[in-house]
């Protein structure tokens, strides 16, 4: 039986279509295209919105008054612009040391065994928790158990333990990528496992570290929800000058304004999210700058 | 510096180190430790049949009654319509990224979209109250409450379309390149190639992409705190106001509830409910990675 005697019917033949295949590809990536400058586009009106409801209200005066519940004309965020500020440095201090500590060990010391398996596994979920769950931690060990209070070292150690997974991931990513030969070539002199990692290995993973925590660092300044379970939403009329001090934060001073109906309010909020906005984005424009650079000059 | 004292320093780094990194795993038994201690002293107030399966959530005034699944529902419902919202537009923009853009757009669009997860949630929140609702949502439903799950659930997906779209991008492009050209070779067209060779040789990335984006929308407090309102009620009406589990540990925490008293332990209780749901779905969205990888080479 030769090939032409095999019966085929009409329906069986392979019609290849190939110019409604083209056109329904080209609609398809039109399609694609749109949707992904939706994000685009959401970001341009939410500028626009906050910068038109909230630009003349950022004075000077803004800055450096005190919040005002019964005068919102003259209310400002200086308590929670010091608060933020407090906050910011404290969180920094305690979690970036632990952070790139914790990341060093599981990259260049830990074993592989079970322990070192379950710490990666906990990272991970730990980076997952909701961040009211590390607010709920925070009111329960810091401000009732160690007798913190609502201070601003209770609202910071709390800051610290949910930024520290974020630290610790992008430090881990940015070791990881220093190549084998570095610590070879610092052994073979005879250098021993802390100064290789010291001199040679900290060095090269330097710009991943850089953008994990100022990543971070951008996090824990626009975290409210923490801050409101341990108790940082009340009104606070002064400047923290300790760090046993009450306190108030950017965030949640912007929460307080947007949840007030009248229109004076939702003004001040806009203002107030212009300033934190003008401190964020930047950091996050130099965090996403580094890494282009780094990914770019990669020398090995 | 002598052999000994050397030896003493590296064994002391060593330990510092490994102090460090033992912090997280304290950190979860703290949390572990703190939401149980709490809850269990809640249960021998409330049984646990009637927090899992009340349907009434009115713990603040009589006749007081403690079912959690008003809560359950509203963050079903803002998060279930935040994934409706980000799941298209989050895998369109991550299929467009890897198979179509140019590497110039690629490197416009990769940061903007990871400016739009940078932006606090308390923001979003401000944006749905002031913008979505009332320009928005209204005009198109004039019915539509001031807080409303609906606008809640529109700014967590514009949040977690970043996470969406991140996850998939990285998905796509470990696909092998060979899986591409052995397609087009075949002359399918890019369409072709994006739906049934990319996106199913990096179904396990896609489906852990999804989960995680869900677990953050069920996570989240700011924006669903200020728009979805604090009417804890089942409905699958998303023009009405809602409460989630998010939502109402942040209204106790605002009010000066004693330590000890049960209205303090609710927060415990419907925390330790938050923190399972959001715990389980992240240990199933890292099987599914880890076990359903198609590994190539």
Redesign the interface.
């Known amino acids: 039986m030769t090939w032409c005697e095999i019966p085929i019917s009409h329906k069986d033949l392979f019609i ?1 279509r ?1 110019e409604r ?2 056109r ?2 080209h609609w ?2 039109l ?3 749109l ?2 400058l ?3 586009a ?2 341009g ?2 500028i626009v ?2 910068l038109w ?1 909230g630009a003349t209200w950022v004075t000077t005066n803004f800055l450096t008054n005190f919040p005002s519940v019964l005068s919102p004309e003259t209310a400002g965020i200086k308590s929670a612009l010091w608060g933020s500020i407090w906050l910011i440095g404290i969180t920094a201090l305690v979690s970036v ?3 790139v ?2 990341a ?3 990259e260049e ?2 074993p592989h065994n079970r322990l070192t398996g ?2 990666h ?6 980076a ?10 925070g ?3 810091f401000v ?1 158990w160690c007798r913190l209070d609502r201070s601003v070292l209770a609202g910071a150690l709390t800051l610290s ?1 949910l930024v ?2 974020v630290i ?1 991931i992008a430090s881990r990513e940015a070791l990881l990528a220093v190549p084998k030969s570095f610590r070879l070539a610092a052994y073979a002199l005879g250098a ?3 100064q290789t990692v010291r001199s040679h290995v900290l060095p090269a993973a330097l710009p991943g570290i850089m953008t994990g925590i100022i ?1 971070a660092v ?2 824990a ?5 923490p801050l ?2 341990i ?1 940082a ?1 009340t009104y606070v009329a002064f400047v923290p000058q300790g760090p046993l001090d009450a306190f108030t934060a950017l ?1 949640v001073q ?2 307080d304004w ?2 007030r109906p009248q229109p004076e309010f ?1 003004h001040l ?2 203002a107030g ?1 212009i300033v ?2 003008g401190i ?2 930047p950091m ?2 130099i965090a ?1 700058v580094v890494r ?1 650079w780094q990914q770019r000059k990669k020398a090995w | 510096m002598s052999r000994t004292l ?1 030896h003493v ?2 064994r002391t ?2 330990a ?3 102090a ?6 304290v ?2 038994l ?2 572990v430790w ?2 149980f201690q ?1 809850s269990i002293a809640f249960f021998s107030h409330v049984s646990p049949v009637e927090f899992f399966f009340g349907t009434r959530w009115a713990p603040m005034f009589e006749p007081r009654s403690y079912g959690v699944l008003p809560l359950i529902g509203g963050t079903v419902l803002v998060a279930g319509g935040a994934l409706f919202f980000a799941v ?2 989050g895998l ?2 991550s ?3 890897s198979e ?2 140019s590497p110039w757009v690629r ?1 416009i ?1 990769k ?6 997860a ?6 979003y ?3 749905a ?3 979505v609702t009332p320009y928005v949502l209204r005009p198109l439903f004039p019915q539509t409450e001031i807080f409303n799950a609906a606008s809640a659930a529109l700014v967590v997906g ?1 949040m977690i ?2 996470t969406i ?1 991140s996850l998939c991008d990285d998905a796509f492009r470990a696909v092998p390149r060979s899986l591409r050209e052995a397609a087009y070779a075949l ?1 399918a ?4 190639v ?2 049934r060779v990319v996106v199913p040789a990096a179904m396990s990335g896609v489906v852990a992409a999804v989960l ?1 984006a869900l ?2 929308a ?5 924006a669903v ?2 728009a979805a309102g604090m009417t804890p009620k089942l409905t699958l009406n998303p023009l009405t106001s809602v409460q989630t589990l ?1 939502g109402y ?2 209204q106790v ?2 009010g000066d509830t004693p ?1 000890g008293t049960i209205e303090y332990q609710t ?2 209780a419907v ?1 330790l409910t ?2 399972l749901i ?2 389980a ?3 199933i969205a ?1 099987r599914v990675l880890h076990h359903f990888r198609e590994a190539y080479e």
């Open positions: 290849p190939i295949r083209r329904l590809g398809f990536a399609g694609c295209m949707f992904s939706i994000g685009l959401i970001l009106i939410l919105r906050v409801e040391p632990i952070g500590a914790a060093v060990y599981l010391y830990a379950f710490i596994l906990n990272i991970n979920n730990l997952g928790v909701p961040s009211i769950v590390y607010g709920i931690l009111l329960a060990v009732r333990l520290l997974p610790i021993t496992k802390w990543l951008s996090r300044i626009g975290e409210a929800a409101i379970m108790g939403l965030p912007i929460y947007s949840d939702q909020a806009a999210i934190l906005l964020l984005l996050n424009a996403v282009a | 050397l320093k590296e780094i060593h510092a180190l490994f460090s990194a033992l912090v997280s795993v950190t979860t703290g949390i703190v939401l709490e298209p537009i369109a923009s299929i467009y990224l179509y853009a490197s669009l940061p903007v979209l990871e400016v739009l940078g932006i606090p949630t308390v923001v929140g401000y944006f109250l002031t913008f514009v379309i970043p779209s002359s067209t890019r369409l072709e994006s739906t995680l677990a953050r069920i996570g989240e407090t700011m705190a200020l998010t540990i942040v925490s605002l330590a927060i415990f925390g938050l923190f959001t715990l779905i992240n240990l890292q």
